[in-house]
């Protein structure tokens, strides 16, 4: 059974995966945000509007189903806590082409989600966590951005786990 089959019928899988796409919104929230926005006002706001709401799970996450609420707050407590070094660890892959000033928003909460997971979650395995950072920057951006994504998270890996 393939990894997709495998994710529609895991909803343990779909959660997360949905837990994912939350994350990274409410970390873009945070980013743009003049208010700048706490995890858990975040957490509740969220869980409020998607709650019993399949129709708004839906548009917000991509799938009818409520998101591991766990991981999500995880995510947005330890994307605070560990910003600096998550920062310094994505510049460090950054080139001419691709400074953090030019860089979208929501680019940057992928990156600063992904990373968390990687170094300060690990939750996961790094393949799956990979992928799945992967596909959630296709739904907002073209090839180049999915690219750099999926390479900016490999070398990441690669480097401090070497």
Known sequence: MSEAETKKTNPSLQKKSAARVAAVQCVYERL???????????????????ANNAGEQKLTLGAALEPNYQLVSAILEGTIQWQADIDKRIDSCLSKEWKRERMSPILIAILQ??????????????????????RLTSRFFADG?????????????AQFNA
Do not use: M, W
């Open 113 to 134: 989600c992904g990373v968390f997971e990687l170094f300060f979650y690990k939750d996961t395995n790094h393949k799956i966590l990979i992928d799945e950072y992967t």
């Open 32 to 50: 743009i945000s003049e208010e700048n926005p706490l995890p858990a006002g975040q957490l509740s706001s969220l869980k409020k509007r998607l």
């Open 145 to 157: 951005e999915v690219h750099f994504v999926n390479g900016v998270l490999k070398n990441l890996h």
